[in-house]
């Protein structure tokens, strides 16, 4: 059966992440610092509103586009938020999540050969979705030593004729980093100059601890060269709910909406009403998690360095990214031997990409009782293991 798959798909790797956790998913006893997710409940008014849209039978397809209430309430709050205004008729779509927005995105721009610059450490999914739509992924390597942001002297040299897009994600996973106001100018300089699209991945928008979130889009002649792609899985605790948005000027959008009417139809309406509240009334629970959040990230920043760990301190998202130097192994060997010993499942940095290597992800959307529980853990692994 295998010469019936593509060669396309036979050239992808699975996901890094996944196995991991379905390694730690099959042990007893585990701490999982590894998988994405917000150990927060959706709101209850959010779910309330969902079940009150099925009780009321709102069961049918949606616009493709998605309800002209959500993509009025998603252009609000993106002006009202992030200052940075589109058209709920033209320049909006609802997605299947952040992950289909930034798909179609790909497969709306890109032809053949076609250059996507990403900065690594990046998302496990960013190269393969331009692969898939034809386009080339060039990994740019950041560092530790600028905290992992991308600078614009290493984006102006990744470009090449064959330069259309950088995919660009703040607050950023693996690392946690974000980029300013100062830093995405610096950026934008060059991608005005080399005349780039951008595609912003913002969903950890919310979870930003220490300034405001800025959107690359929201930037001086930005706007009209940036597909803005966020979502309500993160910032309001809906990762199975599925929902996200991209907004981008009408050409692009409606060259999206084309992919997506024939490969989605549109997102769940049930969903779209539970979005629809989380917008309008949901911005207390959300910064209640925000503040949850960035009180773990202290905690096990402090507690990462304590026991060996070196971690910068990230300004966003809810991972922490540590270098295992010290101990003198892989990212995978360090990553293995942490979830055999001591049962903690953590990401190997690796999987992220060549500059990844020699730390790992760890998720603090966890409860703080788990956290301390993994660095005594963590601390008791580092005793044995640790280079002196």
């Known amino acids: 059966m295998r010469s019936y798959v593509s060669k396309q798909v036979k050239q992808l790797k699975p996901s890094g992440i996944r196995r991991f956790f379905d390694l730690a998913a099959s042990m007893d006893g585990v701490i999982s610092l590894g998988v994405g997710e917000p150990d927060f409940v959706t709101p209850w008014s959010v779910c309330e509103a969902s079940i009150s849209s099925l009780e009321r039978g709102h069961t049918s397809y949606t616009a493709n586009a998605g309800l002209m209430e959500l993509r009025k309430e998603i252009v609000f709050y993106l002006q009202s938020h992030f200052h940075v205004r589109y058209d709920a008729q033209s320049e909006v779509i609802v997605t299947v999540?952040?992950?289909?927005?930034?798909?179609?995105?790909?497969?709306?721009v890109l032809d053949s050969e076609d250059e996507v610059i990403i900065a690594e450490p990046s998302f496990v999914s960013y190269a393969p979705l331009v692969s898939l739509a034809g386009g080339r992924p060039v990994a740019v390597e950041t560092s530790i030593e600028h905290e992992f942001k991308l600078q614009a002297d290493q984006l102006e040299n990744a470009i090449s004729p064959k330069t259309k897009a950088l995919l660009l994600c703040s607050p950023n996973n693996p690392t946690g980093s974000i980029l300013n106001r100062k830093e995405l100018e610096e950026i934008a300089r060059v991608v005005k100059k080399y005349d780039l699209l951008v595609i912003a991945d913002e969903i950890y928008a919310e979870l930003s601890y220490d300034e405001p979130h800025c959107s690359i889009a929201s930037l001086e002649e930005m706007r009209e060269r940036t597909i803005l792609?966020?979502?309500?899985?993160?910032?309001?605790?809906?990762?199975?709910?599925?929902?996200?948005?991209?907004?981008?000027?009408?050409?692009?959008?409606?060259?999206?909406?084309?992919?997506?009417?024939?490969?989605?139809m549109c997102a769940p309406t049930m969903a779209q009403y539970g979005a629809i509240e989380a917008l309008q009334n949901g911005q207390e629970d959300v910064e209640h998690m925000?503040?949850?959040?960035?009180?773990?990230r202290n905690y096990i920043v402090e507690s990462l360095n304590?026991?060996?760990?070196?971690?910068?301190?990230?300004?966003?998202?809810?991972y922490v990214f540590p270098s295992i130097a010290r101990t003198g192994m892989t990212s995978e060997e360090f990553a293995e031997r942490l979830l055999m010993e001591e049962r903690v499942a953590v990401v190997p940095g690796s999987v992220f990409g060549k500059g990844?290597?020699?730390?790992?992800?760890?998720?603090?959307?966890?409860?703080?009782?788990a956290l301390q529980g993994a660095?005594?853990?963590?601390?008791r692994f580092m005793e044995r293991n640790c280079r002196k």
């Open 306 to 318: 304590q026991i060996g760990l070196d971690c910068h301190m990230p300004g966003g998202a809810f």
């Open 97 to 108: 999540g952040a992950s289909q927005a930034l798909d179609i995105a790909m497969r709306a």
């Open 356 to 369: 990844g290597e020699g730390h790992i992800r760890c998720s603090y959307a966890s409860s703080m009782e």
């Open 229 to 264: 792609v966020s979502g309500f899985s993160k910032g309001f605790a809906m990762t199975g709910w599925r929902l996200g948005y991209i907004c981008a000027p009408e050409e692009l959008t409606q060259a999206m909406l084309k992919i997506h009417q024939y490969a989605m």
């Open 375 to 379: 660095i005594v853990r963590m601390q």
């Open 290 to 296: 925000r503040k949850s959040y960035r009180r773990r």
